[in-house]
Each structure stands twice: as structure tokens, then as C-alpha cells.
């Protein structure tokens, strides 16, 4: 009996980043505990916080064997962090809780429901879609669609699962992205296996001040030059009309992103280190603009 319980209520692996979140990290650990799921370890690593977030952290390890913190030896930033906090997962699956964000309630019921019934699917990502369950999407029609119909893997790790045997073997999360590393990875994924498409949100993401998301710079060739580096190194199921036709329109994009940061920060120096940092030459320029 216990086996078909294995079965049914896998081990999912909550790995939760903290850096200097004294204000938000009880409150997602609460969301986590009251989980209509209980087949879980939450993973929390602190990355050298320096208020009280590690403190309120081992208060709750110490009232909950579930729980696991660790705490860098020095300040890893994003990315790197989420890779060493799925370095210590035991779980079957492996799914990203902000500590600053809410686990909805029955989200990781609906997920483990999800992939019982979807065995190819290695992946899983939430996108509205309209639909009222999941879907599975096999790797040619999940690119797709993300890049001609709806780009649904542009969400962030705290809106997926994915199988940690899986998220082994693609490597875990570049890190050479900012915060666009996920765009690279999801990318990767998708391209690699079955998608499971979740019609409803895993966790409710906190919006305030201090987010990596309101560093707008920061996304600015970081997000032109994963899709450049996936359109040339991945195998994305295009044709080479549509992978040119792809890099055409990422190199517009960042063009007009640059003028448009320009216009609103007034900031040239930066304006042109974003230009510099993404190598992008007169050439790109041009095809960009005129599609050459």
C-alpha cells in the first residue's frame, strides 16, 4: 500500500531562494504548510541575507522535519542559487517557490493529477489558455506555439514543475542571463520533451519594490541574447525560414527596447553598454530594421 501511495502523491521538491526577505519568507512558508498537498520538502536557501530572513527561516525548520535550510557560504545571486537549492532536492518532481509568493492551496494536487495522466510530460508550465484542465504538448507543437501563437514559456520559475531527473539532465538553469535565464531554459526544455500546460497558477506572485523584475536594464540585452543563443544552439524544431525570420525580429526588438529605455531614462551610457554587452553590431542593426 505504501508503494501505490509513492505512486500517487510523489515527493515534490518546494525550493524556495531567500535573499534579505524578513518582511515576505512566513508568509510563503505558512503557503506552504497549508497545502492541501503533504508529500513535500521545502528547500530554503539563504544567500547571505543580512536581516532576519535566515533567523525566521530555522525557526520554522526547527517545528517541521519537511523543511531543510542552508545557508551559502557567500551571495551566489539568482540563478545560481536556484541551482544550488535543486542540488539538494530528494523530490520526483521539482517545482519554485519565491520567498516572497503564496503556494496556492491545491495547486501541487492539480500538478501531481496532472502529470499521472500525461506520462511523457517531463515539463510543466502555467498559461490562461481557456481551457479547463491541462494538456500535454509534444516538443514541435509547444515551440510552435510559443513563438507563432502565444508565448506561454515566458513565465518564471515560480510558474512551473518540472521532473528533477529531468531538470538534471538539461544542466539546471544557465546563468549567464540576468534575470532572463529562464527564458533560455524553458526554451530548452520545451524542446526537449512533452509540456504539460496547467491552466491555472501554482503560486501567486507578490509584486513590490526591490523585485529583480523592476530592473528593467537588466532585462534589456539580457532577454535579445538568450533567444539569440537559443535560436543558433538549440534544437528548436524550425525551419531555417523561421529561425532567420526569428532572429530578424529579436534584433528589431532589442533595437527598439534600447531606444525605448533611452527615451524614458535618458540614460546614453547605459543605453550603449546594453548594445556593447549584447555584441550587437551595425550589420545586426540593419537586419533588424529592414529585415535584410
Not at 525557526?59 to 545557508?71: Q, T
Not at 529579436?250 to 533595437?255: E, V
Request: glycine fraction near 4%.
Amino acid at each position: 500500500m505504501e508503494g501505490d501511495k509513492d505512486l500517487m502523491q510523489p515527493l515534490i521538491s518546494i525550493l524556495m531562494t531567500a535573499f534579505n526577505r524578513e518582511s515576505y519568507i512566513s508568509e510563503a512558508i505558512d503557503s506552504v504548510l497549508k497545502s492541501s498537498y503533504t508529500n513535500w520538502e521545502l528547500i530554503i536557501t539563504d544567500d547571505c541575507s543580512s536581516d532576519r530572513t535566515l533567523e525566521i527561516a530555522k525557526e520554522y525548520e526547527s517545528s517541521d522535519s519537511r523543511i531543510a535550510v542552508y545557508k551559502n557560504e557567500r551571495n551566489l545571486g539568482d540563478y545560481p542559487n536556484r541551482n544550488r537549492a535543486a542540488s539538494y532536492a530528494k523530490g520526483d518532481l521539482l517545482t519554485y517557490l519565491d520567498s516572497d509568493d503564496l503556494l496556492h492551496e491545491d495547486s501541487l494536487v492539480k500538478c501531481t493529477t496532472a502529470f499521472s495522466l500525461n506520462k511523457k510530460a517531463q515539463f510543466g508550465v502555467f498559461s490562461p489558455e481557456g481551457h479547463l484542465e491541462p494538456f500535454a504538448l509534444d516538443p514541435e507543437s509547444a515551440i510552435k506555439k510559443h513563438f507563432f501563437t502565444k508565448p506561454f514559456l515566458q513565465i518564471g520559475p515560480g510558474g512551473m514543475i518540472i521532473k528533477r531527473k529531468f531538470f538534471e539532465y538539461l544542466e539546471g538553469f544557465p546563468t549567464k542571463y540576468g534575470p532572463a535565464n529562464d527564458g533560455y531554459f524553458n526554451l530548452k526544455a520545451a524542446s526537449e520533451a512533452h509540456v504539460l500546460v496547467f491552466p491555472f497558477p501554482i503560486s501567486y506572485y507578490r509584486r513590490h519594490e526591490g523585485q529583480e523584475v523592476n530592473n528593467k536594464y537588466a532585462y534589456l540585452h539580457n532577454s535579445y541574447c538568450y533567444l539569440r543563443d537559443a535560436l543558433d544552439e538549440l534544437n528548436l524544431h524550425l525551419d531555417q525560414k523561421d529561425i532567420q525570420y526569428l532572429q530578424k525580429k529579436n534584433k528589431r526588438r532589442f533595437i527598439v527596447n534600447v531606444f525605448a529605455f533611452y527615451a524614458k531614462s535618458n540614460d546614453l551610457k547605459r543605453s550603449k553598454q546594453s548594445l556593447r554587452s549584447a555584441n550587437f553590431s551595425i550589420r545586426d542593426a540593419f537586419e533588424g530594421i529592414f529585415h535584410l
